[in-house]
């Protein structure tokens, strides 16, 4: 199993310019989360799904958008990037556990974007 | 307003030499309390979950605890290979899916 998986590593963007944050992860979970991580802060849910063509905002969903079409794709999209987006992007899915009705989330390696 | 404070931000220690990190949070009722260690440049990796105070889980040289307000990840004659940021996260009992993120502690164990 390769887990949960993103690309790209690293991405430098001008402003106003648009890009897919691409995340797969072959565990066959239906939960499957986006969030950002900034210096000293902790993660932010941007966005997360609960199963292909289920989507729903999290905390700080404004400036992105996503898609799921297949059980094992999360792609995040920006749109018009701003220095704000400057961030650390993390992918993760995750299983239920069903008598504690809570999930243990699985996370992939991240992508550092800079917007500039 | 549901929050998780974590501390020290940074914590310095001699190989062997034990202490704890501190996770407290402030929820409406608690589902679940899940620590994570995050190497940099990688993802959060997960280590465990609590449920209800008074709950323990061990691994390797880590033991997190759980209170009603707070909980500990001791950890016990650390090694270098210890070193990493640890994330503490809530979920509340009127939360499905979001977790609420504290920013981590910053562990340096030095040889």
């Keep these: 199993n390769a ?24 565990m066959n979970h239906n939960y499957m989360y986006w969030y950002r991580q900034d210096p000293g802060m902790g993660l932010k849910l941007i966005y997360y799904s609960v199963g292909a063509g289920i989507t729903d905002k999290g905390e700080v969903p404004n400036g992105y958008n996503v898609s799921r079409s297949t059980t ?7 749109e018009l990037a701003a220095p704000s987006q400057t961030s650390v992007y993390f992918c993760a899915s995750s ?15 991240g992508t550092r974007l800079t917007v500039t | 307003e549901d929050q998780v404070t974590q501390s020290p931000e940074a914590l310095r220690l001699q190989e062997g030499e034990s202490s704890s990190l501190n996770c407290s949070y402030t929820v409406s009722g608690l589902r679940g309390l899940f620590w994570y260690r995050q190497d940099p440049g990688k993802g959060p990796e ?13 691994k390797e040289r880590l033991k997190a605890t759980l209170t009603k307000k707070e909980s500990f990840l001791h950890i016990t004659a650390p090694k270098p290979e210890d070193s990493a940021t640890y994330l503490c996260a809530v979920q509340a009992g009127d939360s499905n899916y979001q977790l609420i993120w504290g920013a981590g502690t910053k562990l340096i164990i030095k040889p």
């Design chain 1, 72 to 78: 094992e794709d999360f792609p995040l999209r920006l």
């Design chain 1, 3 to 26: 887990g949960v998986t993103q690309t790209p590593k690293f991405r430098i963007l001008k402003i106003g310019q648009s890009m897919t944050l691409q995340c797969t992860q072959d």
């Design chain 1, 95 to 109: 299983y239920p556990i069903v008598q504690r009705g809570t999930y243990e989330q699985y996370f992939g390696p």
């Design chain 2, 46 to 58: 997960f280590l465990f979950t609590l449920y209800s105070a008074g709950e323990e889980k061990e």
